[in-house]
């Protein structure tokens, strides 16, 4: 069997199948700019209001993985199937991703930075404040791949073809819009993630199997906020900052 046909999960579907959990997962969003709108009115640009966000995105982190928690274990064994060969694809993805994003965005009319925007100092902020803030990204990896990926893409995968590129085409352009806030309201600049939601939309129809994506998503999340995390601790332990 080739690799493709150790790891998929899921065959695509003759017709859609809906449950109320993916009623459920469709909210997600709204209700994490909800939740994001709620912490900037009651706490403004606090720690108070990056904690209160990332614990909210971790419940529903936790919500999603026993919502779902028999797929996720019914595409973990699949990915087992080819361990090695998966965990490579991960890795390269992750890369891939990351020149997928830079590449696009030097591409693009951004023109003039923005101002810089009001922003905390790390090094004022205890450092368990910030490892909470830095899960964030972290449980937004999983939320958004099965909102998605999953949801989005494979509950909606059913013929005639041309409704599937129009379901994958579209499905990358909401989830470059829904970031529209990371580049402080920068429509054109959410193409990039547009761009990164095609590059894993295609990665999962590929393989079928949501944790590769999710580990490539993941991974990527991970470096920026943990990886700054870690950085900036080891300056602060060298007396650099």
Same mark, same amino acid.
């Given at each position: 069997?080739?690799?493709?046909? #150790?790891?998929?999960?899921?065959?695509?579907?003759?017709?859609? %199948?809906?449950?109320?959990?993916?009623? /459920?997962?469709?909210?997600? &969003?709204?209700?994490?700019?909800?939740?994001?709108?709620?912490?900037? *009115?009651?706490?403004?640009?606090? &720690?108070?209001?990056?904690?209160?966000? $990332? &614990?909210?995105?971790?419940?529903?982190?936790?919500?999603?993985?026993?919502? +779902?928690?028999?797929?996720? /274990?019914?595409?973990?064994?699949?990915? *087992?199937?080819?361990?090695?060969?998966?965990?490579?694809?991960?890795?390269?993805?992750?890369?891939?991703?990351? &020149?997928?994003?830079?590449?696009?965005? %030097?591409?693009?009319?951004?023109?003039?930075?923005?101002?810089?925007?009001?922003?905390?100092?790390?090094?004022?902020?205890?450092?368990? $404040? #910030?490892? =909470? @803030? %830095?899960?964030?990204?972290?449980?937004?990896?999983?939320?958004?791949? =099965?909102? /998605?990926?999953?949801?989005?893409?494979? *509950?909606?995968?059913? %013929?005639?073809?041309?409704?599937?590129?129009? #379901?994958?085409?579209?499905? $990358?352009?909401? /989830?470059?819009?829904?970031?529209?806030?990371?580049?402080?309201?920068?429509?054109?600049?959410? =193409?990039?993630? @547009?761009?990164?939601?095609?590059?894993?939309?295609?990665? +999962? #129809?590929?393989?079928?199997?949501?944790?590769?994506?999710?580990?490539?998503?993941?991974?990527?999340?991970?470096?920026?906020?943990?990886?700054?995390?870690?950085?900036?601790?080891?300056?602060?332990?060298?007396?650099?900052?």
């Amino acid at each position: 069997m080739n690799f493709t046909q #150790l790891v998929r999960a899921e065959s695509f579907p003759q017709h859609i %199948s809906w449950q109320w959990r993916d009623t /459920f997962t469709l909210c997600i &969003v709204p209700l994490i700019f909800m939740n994001s709108w709620l912490m900037d *009115k009651f706490f403004g640009l606090s &720690v108070n209001a990056g904690i209160g966000d $990332s &614990v909210f995105r971790g419940i529903l982190f936790f919500t999603v993985c026993w919502l +779902y928690k028999t797929m996720l /274990f019914e595409h973990w064994q699949k990915y *087992k199937q080819a361990f090695w060969r998966s965990t490579l694809l991960v890795i390269a993805g992750a890369v891939l991703l990351q &020149v997928v994003i830079s590449l696009t965005r %030097s591409a693009l009319p951004l023109g003039q930075a923005a101002e810089q925007k009001e922003s905390m100092d790390p090094n004022s902020i205890a450092f368990i $404040s #910030l490892l =909470i @803030m %830095s899960l964030g990204p972290l449980f937004t990896a999983l939320l958004e791949d =099965i909102i /998605f990926r999953y949801t989005l893409l494979q *509950k909606l995968f059913v %013929s005639p073809w041309i409704w599937r590129v129009l #379901l994958v085409l579209l499905n $990358s352009i909401l /989830f470059g819009l829904i970031h529209f806030h990371n580049f402080d309201g920068n429509l054109v600049a959410t =193409i990039s993630f @547009m761009v990164a939601g095609l590059f894993l939309n295609v990665i +999962y #129809l590929w393989t079928r199997n949501i944790w590769h994506v999710l580990l490539i998503h993941f991974f990527n999340n991970a470096l920026l906020s943990l990886g700054g995390l870690i950085l900036l601790k080891i300056l602060q332990t060298a007396g650099a900052v």
